[in-house]
C-alpha cells in the first residue's frame, strides 16, 4: 500500500538466547495513530527502540517510507522521525537552546532556529520560559519541551514511549492534547507505547497488544476491549470472566451452560464476559447460581456467583439491590453481544 | 626537632622574600604540568568520548585496560619515554632528552588514561535517554559526542583538575627523562628530592609547602567543580 509510512516483517530482537520480541510483523499507515499496550517487561520499549534504529534487530526487516530501515538509510531515515522518552530528558542551556538543538544537528541557520523555537514555543504559551535554564522547569513543563524539541524538527513519524507515565493527570492531558493537536495538523504517524489503557483508547486509530514479547492482537480499540482475540488479551484489557469451552454447529457449551456462538467456531474456544456486563436477578429467567461472596468497592458492589461455572459481577452501588446476600440464589443474564468468543491458547 | 623548626622558618622567608630560584623551580613547574594536563586532556577526553559513544567487540576489556593505567608507575613512564628520546633511541634525533618537553611528554602519558576514564565515568554517569536523545535527533557522531561532553562538563572538569594534581606531584618521571637540571629541568617534585638528599632542609620545607599550596588549590577546585555539577544534576 502506498499509504505506508512503515512496515515490520518477522522483526526479532534476542539479547543472548533470550528472545524479547518475537517475530512480529505489522504495518501503520500515514497519520495514524497506533498505541502500543502491554504490561511491563513484555517488549514495548525495545520494539520501538529497534524502530528508531537504537537497537538492531535479530532478525526481521523494517521499511520505513518505503525504504529498508539499515544502517546505511538510517541517517536519511531519521531525519524525518523523533522519539520522546518516558523520562524527560533536558540539557544544560536555555529552554530555547533545548527545542533548537534538533534544528542545529540539521545545520539551519542559527537565526532560523532560534525563530522556529521562539514559535514552538509561542504554540505551547511558554514563550516568556525561553531564556530560563530548562533544568528549572517542572516535569510537565519539561516533557513538553522535549516534545517540543521534536516536534520542531517536524516529523512525519513520531515514537512516544511512555510520554506521560511520569506526569501528573493535568500534565499528562498537556501532552495528550499536544498529540492529538500535532497528528491533527500535520498528519504526523504516530506509535506511542502505553500502559495506560484509558490514554490509548483516547489517542489511538488502533491499539496493538503485546504480551510476552509478541503482538498477539491489533485493532481498533473497538476491536480490542469488546472484542479480544483470545483470553490473554480478555484478561489484559480488563475480562474478569473467561472460560474455555468447545464450541459445534453454532453453540459454545462449557460447565453445563451452553450459549449461541458464530457458526465457524469449531473446537475449544475462549468464552469472555465484561463483569459489568452480567445482569443479576431474582427470577429465574436467566441462568441460575447462588452468591459465593458480595463486597463492596468503592463506587461498585463486586460478587462472585457459582453456576457451575464462578462467574465475577460488578454492579454499580446505586442499582445493587441490597436484601442480596451471600447464599442467595439468583440469576445471570447478559446481552447476546456481551460474550466474546476468542481463540484457545 | 631544631632542624625542622628551622628548615620552616627559612622555608617561610623563602616564600615571603619571593627567592627567585624557588620562584623558578615553582614556575616550572606548574607550566610544565600545565601543558601536558592541556594536551593529555585534548587528547583524552574526545578518546574518552569515542570509547564511551560506540560499541565495539572488546570494550570492556579497553575500560579495564586504562582503569588498570591509574596506577602507572611512574618510573615506567620515565623509562620508556627515555629509552624513545635517549639519542639512541627512535626518537633520539629531535634531541628531547633532558628537557622540559621531555617531562611534558612523560606527565601526558601519566595522566592520560586518568583522564580518559573518567570521562567514560561521567558520560557513563548521564542519563541513558539522554544518548538516546541526541541519537533520535539524528546528530551526527562528533555532535552527538560534543553535546553530551557538554553535558558531564563538571564531571569531565574534575578529572582534569585531579590529573594535573597527579602530574605536578609526580617525581619518578620527570628526573628521570629530565635530569634535574637547575634552570632548566627541575622541578618542585625533584628539586625537593635533591635538597632533602642535601640536607637543605629550608628549600625542600618551602617547595613542599608550595606544592602542598597548590594541591591544595586544585583539591578545592575539583570540589567546587563537584558541588556544580551536582546542583546542575539536583536541578
Known amino acids: 500500500m502506498t499509504n505506508t509510512v512503515l512496515e515490520t516483517e518477522n522483526l526479532t530482537k534476542a539479547y543472548g538466547n533470550k528472545e524479547v520480541l518475537h517475530p512480529t510483523s505489522f504495518s501503520v499507515v500515514k497519520g495514524e495513530i497506533l498505541a502500543v499496550i502491554g504490561p511491563s517487561g513484555a517488549g514495548k520499549s525495545t520494539l520501538l527502540r529497534l524502530l528508531d534504529g537504537l537497537e538492531s534487530p535479530t532478525a526481521g526487516t523494517i521499511r520505513i517510507f518505503g525504504e529498508p530501515f539499515v544502517r546505511a538509510s538510517r541517517k536519511k531515515i531519521r531525519s524525518r522521525m523523533g522519539i520522546l522518552f518516558q523520562k524527560t530528558v533536558l540539557f544544560d542551556r536555555s529552554v530555547v537552546d533545548n527545542i533548537a538543538l534538533g534544528l542545529s544537528y540539521r545545520r539551519i541557520p542559527r537565526a532560523e532556529q532560534k525563530r522556529r523555537a521562539q514559535e514552538t514555543l509561542a504554540k505551547l504559551g511558554m514563550s516568556e520560559y525561553a531564556t530560563r535554564s530548562a533544568r528549572t522547569l517542572s516535569g510537565g513543563e519539561g516533557q513538553r519541551v522535549s516534545f517540543a524539541r521534536i516536534l520542531v524538527t517536524r516529523p512525519e513519524l513520531l515514537f512516544l514511549d511512555e510520554p506521560t507515565a511520569n506526569l501528573d493527570p493535568l500534565a499528562a492531558k498537556d501532552v495528550e492534547e499536544m498529540i492529538l493537536q500535532e497528528n491533527a495538523e500535520n498528519g504526523t504517524t504516530i506509535i506511542i507505547n502505553t500502559h495506560d489503557q484509558i490514554q490509548a483508547q483516547r489517542l489511538a486509530d488502533r491499539v496493538a497488544v503485546i504480551l510476552d514479547g509478541s503482538i498477539v492482537q491489533i485493532g481498533t480499540p473497538d476491536e480490542i476491549w469488546y472484542h479480544p482475540a483470545t483470553a490473554s488479551v480478555a484478561r489484559f484489557v480488563g475480562f474478569q470472566n473467561i472460560f474455555i469451552g468447545s464450541a459445534n454447529d453454532g453453540s459454545v457449551s462449557f460447565g453445563g451452560i451452553v450459549l449461541p456462538a458464530p457458526a465457524d467456531r469449531k473446537g475449544l474456544v475462549s468464552v469472555m464476559i465484561r463483569a459489568e456486563d452480567i445482569i443479576l436477578t431474582k427470577n429465574t429467567s436467566g441462568i441460575p447460581g447462588i452468591i459465593r461472596s458480595l463486597s463492596r468497592r468503592g463506587a461498585f458492589v463486586e460478587m462472585y456467583v457459582d453456576c457451575g461455572q464462578e462467574f465475577f459481577l460488578r454492579i454499580p452501588f446505586k442499582e445493587h439491590d441490597s436484601s442480596l446476600s451471600v447464599g442467595d440464589s439468583v440469576s445471570l443474564s447478559w446481552d447476546e453481544q456481551a460474550v466474546v468468543i476468542g481463540g484457545n491458547e | 626537632m631544631g632542624e625542622i623548626i628551622d628548615g620552616f622558618i627559612g622555608a617561610i622567608q623563602l616564600i615571603v622574600t619571593l627567592d627567585p ?215
Open chain 2, 21 to 235: 630560584e624557588v620562584m623558578d623551580i615553582a614556575l616550572r613547574s606548574i607550566q610544565v604540568s600545565t601543558a601536558a594536563t592541556l594536551i593529555a586532556a585534548l587528547i583524552a577526553i574526545p578518546l574518552g568520548a569515542l570509547i564511551y559513544f560506540y560499541d565495539f567487540p572488546g570494550k570492556r576489556g579497553v575500560i579495564n585496560l586504562v582503569q588498570t593505567l591509574y596506577a602507572l608507575p611512574t618510573v615506567i613512564v620515565g623509562l620508556v619515554v627515555y629509552l624513545l628520546i635517549s639519542h639512541s633511541g627512535p626518537l633520539g634525533f629531535l634531541d628531547l632528552l633532558y628537557t622540559t618537553k621531555a617531562m611534558t611528554i612523560a606527565q601526558v602519558i601519566l595522566v592520560s588514561p586518568l583522564i580518559i576514564g573518567f570521562t567514560i565515568s561521567a558520560l557513563t554517569g548521564l542519563d541513558r535517554d539522554m544518548k538516546n536523545t541526541v541519537l533520535g535527533l539524528n546528530a551526527p557522531a562528533y555532535r552527538a559526542m560534543l553535546t553530551l561532553v557538554r553535558e558531564a562538563k563538571f564531571a569531565i572538569l574534575s578529572a582534569v583538575v585531579l590529573a594535573f594534581g597527579r602530574a605536578i606531584a609526580e617525581v619518578g618521571a620527570v628526573m628521570m627523562v629530565g635530569g634535574n637540571i637547575r634552570h632548566f629541568t627541575r622541578t618542585l617534585t625533584t628539586a625537593i628530592s635533591l635538597n632533602t638528599s642535601m640536607g637543605e632542609f629550608s628549600v625542600s620545607i618551602a617547595l613542599g609547602i608550595i606544592l602542598l599550596g597548590i594541591a591544595l588549590i586544585v583539591n578545592l577546585g575539583v570540589n567546587v567543580l563537584q558541588y556544580r555539577g551536582m546542583r546542575v544534576k539536583d536541578d
